[in-house]
């Protein structure tokens, strides 16, 4: 099979598996509006998401993204909304319509997918470098802290929060981190998606002085490993410029793009 065809058959599985409910199981309430699919979270947050937008023309679209801000804003307990876009989606008009409804566009990510079992690799730590599964409070919120450090954000009790309620609906969720000297130098997480042969790995993040040394490679192997105990064949990642060379050197393919925008309220 080519390159051309694998990518072919992997953006199909991810538009049919990941592209629909898959997207808000752990949401507090999701309310259709057409194709998009509105979902709300604990702390505030919005999130908008769609497997395609069923053929709306640019009018169609403007009333759509109208309807989903009008949406939001008759809930005041969420300040902060996503609106998730695929560069190769058939959306005609989008980006002026979110504009126009006081959207930003955050940098475009990579959609990166393989398969799980090629990723699966022993790979050699650093020197007193070691990995590990963390689920107890203190871990999850040192875990956070760095990644909050790391990604130029205030350390805050948010994403810890957010974790931990996660973990005690026991969906089947894991984080893993590399720790040095009993410090969290790299971590991310794992969520195998129920009834979809995918399992996502997301909030990669290494403090600098640790980079290029083969930790984030190795936590990656290591939550491929777990992906394929969880019966996943498929290892899907949105991914920053920073790691999608990593990701492309264990094995995944770039399928396309996404661009989050965001919008708030006072």
Known sequence: ?????????????????????????????????????????????????????????????????????????????????????????????????????????????????????????????????????VVGKPDVRAMTAMQDEVFGDPVSDEMADGLLHRLSLEDGMELWVAEADGRVISAGRLEPVAGTDFAGIWGGATRPEWRGRGIYRALTARRAQAALANGKTFIQSDSTEYSRPILERSGLIKVSTTTPYRWGQS
């Open 1 to 133: 099979m080519t390159q051309v065809d694998a990518k072919k058959r992997l953006l199909a599985a991810y538009d049919q598996q990941l592209r629909t409910d898959a997207e808000t199981t752990d949401a507090l309430t999701v309310t259709n509006n057409g194709p998009l699919r509105l979902a709300t979270y604990l702390g505030g947050r919005g999130f908008i998401t769609y497997r395609d937008l069923g053929g709306a023309d640019k009018e169609g679209i403007r009333r759509l993204v109208a309807e989903a801000v009008d949406y939001y804003k008759d809930r005041p307990e969420i300040t902060r909304v996503e609106w998730k876009t695929r560069g190769h989606d058939d959306a005609p008009g989008l980006h002026e319509a979110l504009v126009a409804n006081g959207f930003t566009a955050e940098a475009p990510e990579s959609i990166m997918i393989g398969e799980a079992k090629p990723l699966s690799v022993d790979v050699p730590l650093p020197d007193g470098v070691t990995l590990r599964r």
